[in-house]
C-alpha cells in the first residue's frame, strides 16, 4: 500500500539529469558549454565508449570532484535533427563498422545489439530493464555450469535501487528473482501484449507488466511515453532511459567532457611502471591520431570492442595484447537465445503502438532438473515494426509473393519471444581477424557455437511460447530462431588465470586500467542487461570514489588525492 | 467475391503447397499509392498523417518518393538481372513498383552496410556482384537463356526458389555460402520496399508517430482518425457510406 502510494514519488539522490534536459529541444543540455580538457593534461578518469557502463561511472566520479573525459567512437547526438520515427532511417545508430562472425552459430550484430554513439546502445534498446537473478551470481555452485561471480547479488542491490529510480523503471511488483517494487505504475497493455498475456494465463503461466526504464507520467522535464513504438530506434520523446537523458546531462554538469567522434585505438602503457598513461584515439573529423592523457583508464566499449582494444593495445610488456598474457581477454562472449513466435488474429491487433516491451515473465528462469538442463529462460512481449516483420516472416521461409501476403496480414498478428540463458564457454570467443578498418586497426572476429544445454534450452522455450500462442487463439503461427543480447569478453574473476578483471573491475595486469561494461559480466541469466551493466558501473564508482580500489599500483605519488573539485 | 478477414485462409501456410491466393482477391486501391495498386485497405494512406509528422522524419521518408534514376554502385550490364531479381523477390510484377534498385544502389555505393560479415563470406558489397553472375550462369546453363533478366516470369522464380533453398552450386555459387547470399540480398531488399510509404499504405501500417503518439492501443479501439478499416474485394459503395462520406 505505501509503496503504491509512493509511486512516481521517490526521485533518485545525486543526479538532477531529469531537471537538467529540456522541455521543447532534446539536445543535451550543456553540449555548448560543456568543459574541454587538453590532452596533455592529464585527467583523473579517461573512458572510451558513452554507453550505459561509461556514462554512470563518469557521472558518479564527476560527481566526486574527478575531472573526466569521455572518448566516444560515434557522434554526439542531435535528436531532433538526427533521429527519425523511422525504420531504416536509424541506420546511424548501429555499429555498423565491419566485424567479423564465425563458429557454428554465428551471431548477427550491427542493429541487433551494438549502437554506436554518445549514449551507446541503450539509445536504441527496447527498454526492459529487470534485475539479474540471485543466482546468476552463483551458477556454478548452485547448478554446476557457467561461473561463479566474485560478487553477489547482494553488492549489487542498494546500485539496482539507484539506477531504477534513476531510469526510471515502471512495472508491477515483481516476484521473481529477488522480489522488489518499482518506483513507476505499470504502462497502459496495449492490446498486442494482452492477447500473449490471455494465452500465458489460459497455460497457467503468470506474466506480469513491465519492467520498463519509460517514463509513466512525468520525470522532471522528461514527459510521458506517446505510445508510438520507435523504441529500437531512438525515443524522440526522452521518455525512454538512455545514459543520454538519465546521467550524461548531469555529467556534463560536473564537468565531464564527452568527446565525440573519437575512436579509441589503443591504450598507452608506461614501460618502465607498467601503468596505462593515455589513450591514443583517432579524431575523426581531422583524421587524425591524437593522444589524451589520464591518471586512470577505464574501458566502456562493450563486449565486441572492449577486448578489440585491449588486443590491439600492443606494447613491449604486452606482446600479445593488453591484460592477454592469460589468453583470457575476448573469451566467454554471451549471447542469449531470442526465438520470436508471431501469432495470426481473428481481429485488427496493430501491433506497432505502444512501447516495445509491455509484458514479461521469469516463471522459467531457475534450473528445473526436469526439463532435461540447467538454468532457463525468461519470456517478454516484443512488436516488430514493418521491416522487422518481414525479416521476421523471411525466417520463416517466406519470400515473393507469399511475403507480401504475410505482410499485408500485419495489422492481425502479435509477437512473443525468449530469452534464453546460454552458457558461458572459453571459444565463444572475439579475436583480431585480418581485416583493418580505414585507419588500419584489425577488426575484431567473434566466433560463437552453442553448447547442448543452449540447444536444449532454446528447444523447450520454443515449446512453450508457442503454446502460449495457440492457447491465445492464434489461426496460424511463425516461429523464427534469433539470438540478442551481448555479454563477457573481460570477464570478472577470482584470479588471472580464468578472468581479465577484478570483482573491482580492475584488470589483473595493469592497476589503473578498469573494465565497466556489458564485458565484465561472467554470466548473463535470463535477463536482459542493461540495468546490470549500469548497477555495476554504479558500484565501482563508489567504490573508487571512496578509495576502497587502488589505482595506484602501490606507488604513493599516484595515490596522492585527485585533483580538487570543479563542480560548477 | 469477398473473403471474411477474421479468417486465416489466404494464408501461405494454411494453402496447398504454401501458395497465396493471386492477388485479384484483393480491392483496388482507391486512396493512397500502393505497390501494383494492391492492398488491403484500399481507402488509407499513410501520408493523411504527414502533417504531423516531424520534420527530419518527414525528409527521410519524403526522400524515398523521390530516388534518383541513375545508378552508382551497380554496373549497366547487371542493371537488367538485378531489376529482374529485385522483382522476384518481393513480386512486384507491375507499376507503380517501389524503387527497390535505386535504394539498394544508393546503399551499397554509399557503403553503408550492416556491421557484420560472415567469415564465410565476401564482403556484402562483393556478394551482389557474384548474385547476379550466377543468376545469369543459371539461367545460362539450365535454361539456355542469356540473362536471368531473359528468362521468363516462372523461371525466374524457379531459379530464385533454388536460391532460397541454398540449391545452387558450380561457377560463382562456389565463391561463397549460397544460404548467407540469399539472406545478405533479401535483407536488403526487404530493407528497401518496406521502408517505402507505398507498402505502409499496402499493410495499412500507421507510419511515423512524433510527435503525435498513438492513442488507440487496443483492446477495444486499435484505430488512429487517419487509420482506415481493412477491406476485400466488396462493393466499394457499402464501404464508401458505412465511412460516414
Ligand atoms: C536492438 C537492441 C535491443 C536491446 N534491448 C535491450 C533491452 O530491452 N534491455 C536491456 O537491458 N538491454 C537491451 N539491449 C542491450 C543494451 O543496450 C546493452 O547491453 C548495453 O547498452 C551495453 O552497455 P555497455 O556500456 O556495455 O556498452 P554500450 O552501451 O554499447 O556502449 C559502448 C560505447 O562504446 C563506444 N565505443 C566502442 N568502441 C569504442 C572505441 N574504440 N573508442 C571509443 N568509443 C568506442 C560505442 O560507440 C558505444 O557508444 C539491447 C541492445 C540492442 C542493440
Ligand atoms: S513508445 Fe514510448 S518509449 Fe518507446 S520510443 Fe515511443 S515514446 Fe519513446
Same mark, same amino acid.
Given at each position: ?260 567522434? &573519437?575512436?579509441? *585505438?589503443?591504450? /598507452?602503457? @608506461?614501460?618502465?611502471? #607498467?601503468? %596505462? =598513461? !593515455? ?80 509484458? &514479461?515473465?521469469? *516463471?522459467?528462469? /531457475?534450473? @528445473?532438473?526436469?526439463? #532435461?538442463? %540447467? =538454468? !532457463? ?192 | ?245
Amino acid at each position: 500500500m505505501r509503496t503504491n502510494l509512493l509511486k512516481g514519488a521517490r526521485a533518485p539522490k545525486d543526479n538532477e539529469s531529469r531537471f537538467l534536459l529540456d522541455v521543447a529541444r532534446r539536445d543535451l543540455p550543456g553540449e555548448d558549454t560543456m568543459r574541454r580538457y587538453r590532452t596533455d593534461d592529464e585527467v583523473d578518469l579517461v573512458v572510451v565508449g558513452a554507453g550505459a557502463g561509461g556514462s554512470v561511472l563518469a557521472q558518479r566520479l564527476a560527481r566526486r570532484g574527478w575531472r573526466v573525459v569521455i572518448l566516444e567512437a560515434g557522434p554526439f547526438w542531435h535528436p531532433d535533427d538526427d533521429w527519425v520515427s523511422d525504420e531504416a532511417g536509424s541506420h546511424d545508430l548501429y555499429w555498423t563498422q565491419k566485424r567479423v562472425i564465425g563458429g557454428d552459430d554465428p551471431i548477427e550484430l550491427g542493429k541487433n545489439n551494438s549502437g554506436r554513439g554518445v549514449g551507446g546502445s541503450m539509445i536504441h534498446y527496447a527498454g526492459y530493464t529487470p534485475r539479474f537473478h540471485p543466482s546468476d551470481f552463483e551458477t556454478l555452485r548452485r547448478d554446476g555450469v557457467g561461473a561463479d561471480w566474485p560478487i553477489t547479488y547482494a553488492d549489487l542491490r542498494d546500485h539496482y535501487v539507484q539506477v531504477e529510480r534513476e531510469l526510471p523503471v515502471a512495472g508491477q511488483n515483481w516476484p521473481w528473482g529477488d522480489p522488489h517494487s518499482y518506483p513507476f505504475s505499470p504502462h497502459a497493455v496495449s492490446g498486442a501484449a494482452s492477447i500473449t498475456w490471455k494465452g500465458a494465463l489460459a497455460c497457467g503461466i503468470e506474466m506480469r507488466v513491465g519492467p520498463v526504464g519509460i517514463v509513466n507520467g512525468t520525470f522532471g522535464n522528461r514527459p510521458h511515453c506517446i505510445y508510438r513504438g520507435y523504441c529500437l530506434q531512438g525515443c524522440k520523446v526522452n521518455a525512454k532511459a538512455s545514459p543520454y537523458v538519465t546521467h550524461l546531462p548531469d555529467a556534463l554538469a560536473h564537468g565531464v567532457e564527452v568527446r565525440a567522434g &573519437s575512436m579509441a *585505438v589503443r591504450v /598507452e602503457i @608506461d614501460d618502465a611502471t #607498467g601503468l %596505462a =598513461r !593515455g589513450v591514443t584515439y583517432i579524431d575523426e573529423e581531422h583524421g587524425k591520431e591524437r593522444y589524451q592523457r589520464a591518471r586512470v583508464v577505464a574501458v566502456c566499449a562493450y563486449s565486441i570492442e572492449s577486448p578489440r582494444l585491449l588486443l590491439n593495445s600492443i606494447s613491449q610488456r604486452f606482446p600479445h595484447g593488453l591484460c592477454n598474457t592469460e589468453d583470457q581477454v575476448g573469451r566467454y562472449v554471451m549471447v542469449q537465445g531470442a526465438t520470436q513466435t508471431a501469432g495470426r488474429y481473428p481481429d485488427e491487433v496493430r501491433m506497432y503502438k505502444a512501447p516495445l516491451p509491455e509484458v &514479461s515473465s521469469e *516463471v522459467f528462469y /531457475e534450473t @528445473d532438473e526436469s526439463r #532435461g538442463f %540447467a =538454468r !532457463g529462460f525468461s519470456i517478454q512481449t516484443i512488436a516488430p515494426l514493418p521491416i522487422g516483420w518481414a525479416e521476421h516472416v523471411l525466417a520463416a521461409g517466406h519470400w515473393g509473393r507469399a511475403m507480401r501476403e504475410y505482410m499485408r496480414d500485419y495489422n492481425h498478428w502479435s509477437t512473443v519471444g525468449v530469452l534464453n540463458e546460454l552458457l558461458a564457454q572459453p571459444d565463444n570467443r572475439v579475436t583480431l581477424a585480418d581485416e583493418c578498418d580505414q585507419y588500419g586497426t584489425p577488426v575484431a572476429r567473434f566466433d560463437y557455437t552453442l553448447c547442448d544445454n543452449d540447444k536444449a534450452n532454446m528447444a523447450f522455450s520454443a515449446n512453450v511460447i508457442h503454446g502460449i500462442v495457440i492457447a491465445s487463439g492464434a489461426q496460424d503461427v511463425l516461429t523464427i530462431r534469433r539470438f540478442a543480447h551481448l555479454i563477457g569478453g573481460c570477464r570478472m574473476g577470482t584470479s588471472p588465470e580464468d578472468s581479465v578483471v577484478s570483482a573491482d573491475h580492475q584488470s589483473w595486469a595493469v592497476a589503473n586500467l578498469f573494465v565497466a561494461d556489458g564485458s565484465v559480466c561472467p554470466t548473463q541469466g535470463s535477463a536482459n542487461p542493461a540495468l546490470t551493466i549500469m548497477a555495476l558501473a554504479s558500484r565501482l564508482a563508489q567504490r573508487l570514489g571512496s578509495r576502497k580500489v587502488d589505482p595506484s599500483g602501490g606507488s604513493a605519488s599516484r595515490l596522492a588525492p585527485v585533483s580538487g573539485s570543479n563542480r560548477r | 467475391m469477398a473473403r471474411d478477414l477474421s479468417k486465416p485462409d489466404h494464408l501461405p501456410n494454411l494453402r496447398p503447397g504454401r501458395e497465396p491466393p493471386h492477388s485479384s482477391w484483393l480491392p483496388l486501391q482507391r486512396r493512397g499509392t500502393t505497390p501494383q495498386m494492391i492492398g488491403r485497405y484500399p481507402d488509407y494512406d499513410v501520408f493523411d498523417a504527414a502533417g504531423s509528422w516531424d520534420d527530419a522524419t518527414a525528409k527521410v521518408v519524403n526522400a524515398r518518393l523521390h530516388m534518383p534514376a541513375d545508378l552508382h554502385f551497380f554496373s549497366a550490364g547487371e542493371v537488367a538481372t538485378l531489376r529482374a531479381f529485385c522483382d522476384v523477390c518481393v513480386a512486384q510484377d507491375g507499376e507503380p513498383r517501389v524503387p527497390v534498385v535505386e535504394m539498394i544502389d544508393e546503399k551499397l555505393a554509399a557503403g553503408r552496410l550492416d556491421g557484420y560479415q560472415y567469415a564465410d563470406m565476401p564482403d556484402d558489397r562483393d556478394t551482389w556482384h557474384v548474385v547476379l553472375a550466377g543468376l545469369d550462369e543459371v539461367a545460362e546453363g539450365r535454361y539456355g537463356k542469356a540473362t536471368f533478366a531473359a528468362c521468363d516470369p516462372d523461371t525466374q522464380e524457379a531459379i530464385v526458389a533454388l536460391l532460397a533453398k541454398a540449391q545452387l552450386s558450380g561457377g560463382s555459387w562456389d565463391s561463397l555460402n549460397v544460404k548467407r547470399a540469399w539472406s545478405v540480398c533479401m535483407r536488403m531488399i526487404l530493407a528497401a520496399f518496406y521502408s517505402h510509404p507505398w507498402a505502409w499504405n499496402e499493410i495499412g501500417f500507421g507510419g511515423p508517430a512524433y510527435p503525435q503518439g498513438y492513442m488507440r492501443l487496443g483492446p477495444m479501439a486499435v484505430r488512429e482518425p487517419h487509420e482506415k478499416p481493412e477491406a476485400t474485394k466488396e462493393d466499394p459503395v457499402s464501404v464508401i457510406s458505412q465511412d460516414g462520406t
